[in-house]
């Protein structure tokens, strides 16, 4: 099965799956509170915090013009790209402090560059992997010059067409990419769980042999834990200290008790999801004792034929099938047999003949 590594770390189906705490802006402006993030995200169970690596000049141009402001339907509407941006960045000389708190707390950091500059920067920082946001998947150059970088990419596929993802996914492994994970993603900000389209997943999974996830924006955990169900072996969620605090980001956070609750409900269903499997489990071994079998429910002299009044499927399990009822009804009993006592062949004439049988001993 296709898989990524990080660091040692199989990543893919059948294998741990793999939790994100986005921190994004949610930083709100202060080093000391990333660093707070981080050390939440380990103490909720995260495997790796993610950031985002730019500034407002790499994003975009200072100006005023129309097309610079943000339009309805977001939670942004009115303001512009470049005051956003500056707002939310998080400031580069962060990143190898906030490396060492994720290090320190055992956890993974990486971020989602958005320029070659920023692509060169986070290599530099020997950072595991790489993302490509939603956004910039149209990118080929970025795509491409973060898949020359001998490092596994995340790819969020907000928005993308088929063919859009199908070119991305070229792109990076053409480029050199060791490896490219594909991330479910509804890029509005919160997202609907109408419009989460998880069946998506297991359809991407055959599309591009590639392990699948969720970059999850909607206000729950539902669709991040249903994911799981449906193959998802990378969840991201962004990740804050109180969403009730201003900031770009903030609404549609995870705070820490419910980060925490996501990665529980995570690891209970990928262990239910188990494996194939068909027969008892372990656990289930002692509960055969309450199947039905076939009991003497009468006293029966030797020789007597068996009858529906003498013979009925009870619990426990402890004698023939029920599935043998019709071979010893008419039978003849080969001696005294109480009330009480489960069937068994040699209670019955002729009985070795079924007992010799492939498959019919119990």
């Given at each position: ?62 100006s005023?013009?129309e097309p ?14 470049y ?38 920067f ?11 946001a ?28 088929a ?25 509005a ?22 392990p ?53 409900e ?30 003497v ?21 402890d ?6 009822l ?37």
């Amino acid at each position: 099965m296709p898989e990524l590594v990080v660091r040692g770390r199989r990543i893919g189906t059948g294998h741990r799956v793999y939790v994100i705490a986005e921190i994004s802006a949610n930083h709100q402006g202060s080093l000391a509170r990333a660093e707070e993030l981080v050390g939440l995200a380990a103490d909720a169970g995260a495997d790796a915090v993610k950031i985002q690596t730019y500034t407002a000049d790499t994003m975009t141009i200072d100006s005023d013009a129309e097309p610079f402001r943000i339009g309805e339907g977001t939670l942004w509407s009115g303001r512009r790209l470049y005051e956003l941006y500056e707002e939310a960045a998080t400031p580069w000389e962060w990143h190898e402090p906030l490396m060492q708190v994720a290090a320190d707390a055992g956890l993974d950091l990486f971020s989602t560059p958005f320029d070659r500059s920023s692509v060169d920067f986070l290599v530099q920082l020997d950072v595991p992997l790489l993302k490509i946001a939603s956004f910039e998947l149209v990118d080929h150059a970025l795509v491409a010059y973060a898949g020359s970088q001998d490092r596994p990419l995340l790819i969020s596929t907000g928005m993308a067409t088929a063919e859009e993802i199908d070119a991305a996914v070229h792109v990076a492994l053409e480029s050199g990419a060791p490896g490219v994970a594909l991330l479910r993603c509804n890029s509005a900000y919160p997202a609907s769980p109408e419009e989460m389209d998880l069946r998506s997943i297991p359809d991407m999974a055959e599309r591009w042999k590639v392990p699948v996830g969720l970059s999850d924006h909607t206000l729950g955990t539902a669709a991040a834990v249903a994911s799981v169900a449906l193959g998802a072996s990378v969840i991201e969620k962004h990740f804050t200290l109180d969403r009730a605090e201003p900031g770009p980001d903030s609404a549609f956070s995870l705070e820490p008790d419910e980060f925490r609750t996501l990665v529980r409900e995570v690891r209970e269903v990928e262990a239910a999801l188990g494996e194939v499997r068909y027969g008892p489990s372990e656990r289930e071994k002692p509960s055969l004792a309450f199947r039905r079998s076939l009991f003497v429910v009468r006293d029966v002299r030797a020789g007597e034929v068996f009858t529906e009044d003498d013979v009925r499927s009870i619990r426990p399990g402890d004698g023939l099938a029920p599935r043998h009822l019709t071979a010893v009804i008419g039978r003849r009993a080969t001696r005294d047999v109480a009330r009480g006592t489960p069937l068994a062949w040699d209670l019955v004439e002729g009985g070795d003949a079924h007992a010799n049988g492939p498959g019919t001993s119990s």
